[in-house]
């Protein structure tokens, strides 16, 4: 162990070792405080606090309903497929917010007119499919609101609940990964599961790394591989050949526990109700908190490099999520005492990754530098933000209070991630590309589900491509402002003005179309080579 600016770096004799490979040891030992408060613990075939410590974020749990015993008829009569629809009906949701997929089809498509619970119930008989996606209903006709709101404040996470309404022989989806954690309920009917992991050469002939990986940790590596970390990757049946999977047979009463990232899909063998509960951890992961502070601290904090780090396999472990149960006094009242062990536990683990960012720039930058719009960060520069990351508490405090802000309903105020079949959102949704983006002071009218104009002020001067690109996008036009607001001076517009003030139009672009990401994985393939290259910032 050396120190460093104030920060402790950790240094392995053996290999550089990604930190979310050891994540799971702090996570484990953390307790689930919430639990008692819960009369829908009895939903859980198993322990919860077990369930946290020895399988959340780490490996697939199956359980038959021969083994546990569990009860499914209190959570079937919550789940009546009329109720569920007279509430969509109410709320006027059927055309949009329930998928329907058609036989064979795989792919969610509209419906032609908006049914009767009659028509639904023959397109049924006929081999058409429905998923009823609960959060898109207002909280006042919303079915399963209590146990939806009860999870949330058992594991901190905001929660989906969808039930899934197969025809017999029917394949909804094509294997694919989720973007988070779900519990599967079978009601039921039978389904023929497959669920895969990648194998464990992956981890030591792709990436070089040494250690018993968890599942989640080796899917972790293969969205990366596949360059889609935010999860809902579709894959091909083929595809699982070369995956380890396992095939089983869920009926009433069954239960499922997978993990972000786990290959999955099923087939009906008969008519099918299941429940799919989702943990959605999309803004909060520690990525997540570290951007909070790099938005409110932007000439202390690089979100740039930060960012990129993150897209490499030395920097996965900022997509672990944070512990949801352990926000519980910043979302609701508790005792003093409660909050600072809460807190401290936090704090523990937030060291860890700062840690690991200064172990990089120690390992990484020391020969090698890295080159963003013309300006080469060192390992020097590096430690510095590493430094002021550590030794605030304020700081975290700041980002766990933003991301603290995360409940059920937060999901159908942002953009939806991707997933897979989703409806797309129609251009008057209200809800466009710059409500994943942070950084602007003003939205502009022209912004759209797969665009976003931007009004952008900041102390130093700066482009829209550096802006854009900030973000994970790419520009498409920067124009001078008039007076602080989204008028434009001049309709001839460019990326690379360097302005204190601008409008920016930034617009998503995948990570592996960016040169700086080769760059990273670059750096990390020849990080032994020695370099002829040094310079200070």
């Known amino acids: 162990r050396r120190v460093h600016g104030g920060v402790r770096i950790f240094s392995s004799t053996v290999s550089m070792f990604p930190a979310f490979f050891v994540i799971g040891v702090i996570s484990s030992s953390l307790s689930l405080q919430n639990a008692a408060a819960s009369p829908y613990q009895q939903l859980f ?11 959340f974020n780490q490996r697939m749990v199956f359980i038959p309903q021969s083994q546990s015993n569990f009860d499914v008829k209190p959570l079937l009569e919550m789940t009546q497929f009329r109720s569920i629809f007279d509430a969509f009906e109410r709320d006027n949701k ?29 397109m049924l008989n006929t ?22 709101q009860s999870l949330f404040n058992l594991t901190g996470f905001p929660v989906t609940i969808h039930l899934y309404v197969s025809a017999a022989a029917a394949q909804v989806l094509n294997p694919h990964t989720d973007p988070y ?70 009926k009433a009463g069954d239960f499922l526990y997978m993990p972000k990232g786990i290959v999955h899909y099923a087939i009906t063998r008969e008519r099918s109700f299941h429940l799919t509960i989702g943990l959605s951890r999309a803004n909060m992961r520690w990525l997540t908190v570290i951007k909070v502070i790099a938005n409110a601290y932007p000439l202390k904090v690089n979100w740039v490099l930060i960012n990129a780090y993150s897209q490499t396999v030395l920097g996965l472990h900022l997509h672990d999520a944070v512990p949801g149960w352990l926000l519980w006094c910043f979302r609701f009242e508790c005792s003093s005492t409660d ?16 840690n690991q960012i200064g172990e990089w720039a120690w390992n990484v930058l020391q020969s090698d530098l890295v080159k963003i719009y013309d300006v080469q960060y060192s390992r020097d520069y590096a430690i510095k933000m590493v430094s002021f990351l550590a030794n605030d508490p304020k700081l975290l405090e700041l980002g766990l209070r933003e991301i603290a802000k995360e409940d ?49 002020t900041a102390q130093e001067k700066r482009t829209c491509d550096e802006y854009c690109w900030s973000q994970r996008m ?19 517009g460019s990326c690379s003005l360097k302005l204190n003030s601008q409008i920016c139009v930034c617009k998503q672009q995948p990570a592996t179309e960016a040169p700086l990401f080769s760059r990273f994985k670059q750096l990390h393939q020849n990080r032994s080579k020695p370099s002829t290259t040094v310079a200070q910032q």
Request: aromatic residues 8%; glycine residues 4%.
């Open 45 to 55: 075939p198993i322990s919860l606090e077990s369930f946290f410590q020895n399988s």
């Open 94 to 122: 059927l055309l949009t917010a329930l998928a329907h997929y058609p036989p064979e089809v795989h792919k969610s498509r509209p419906l032609p007119n908006k049914p009767t619970f009659e028509e639904l119930q023959e």
């Open 127 to 148: 081999g058409h499919s429905f998923v009823l996606r609960l959060e898109h209903i207002s909280t006042s006709n919303r079915p399963l609101l209590e146990l939806q």
């Open 181 to 250: 954690d779900i519990f599967v309920y079978q009601l039921s009917g039978f389904k023929d599961w497959r669920t895969c992991v990648p194998r464990p050469e992956l981890a030591t002939q792709k990436y070089h790394l040494t250690g018993n990986l968890t599942q989640a940790q080796l899917c972790t590596l293969q969205e990366l591989a596949r360059d889609n970390l935010a999860g809902c990757t579709p894959y091909k049946a083929e595809d699982t050949e070369d995956l380890e999977c396992n095939d089983f047979v869920m």
């Open 339 to 354: 909050a600072h062990e809460k807190f401290e536990q936090l704090s523990e683990i937030f060291s860890y990754h700062i």
């Open 408 to 456: 059920n309903e937060s999901l159908m105020k942002s953009t939806p991630k991707p997933e897979v079949d989703q409806f797309a959102l129609s251009p008057d949704s209200g809800v466009t590309l710059c409500d994943q983006m942070v950084g602007w002071s003003t939205k502009c009218n022209s912004s759209s589900p797969t665009k976003c104009e931007v009004l952008v």
């Open 474 to 492: 790419l520009c498409i036009e920067g124009f001078d402002d008039v007076d602080f607001t989204c008028r434009r001076k001049n309709q001839r």
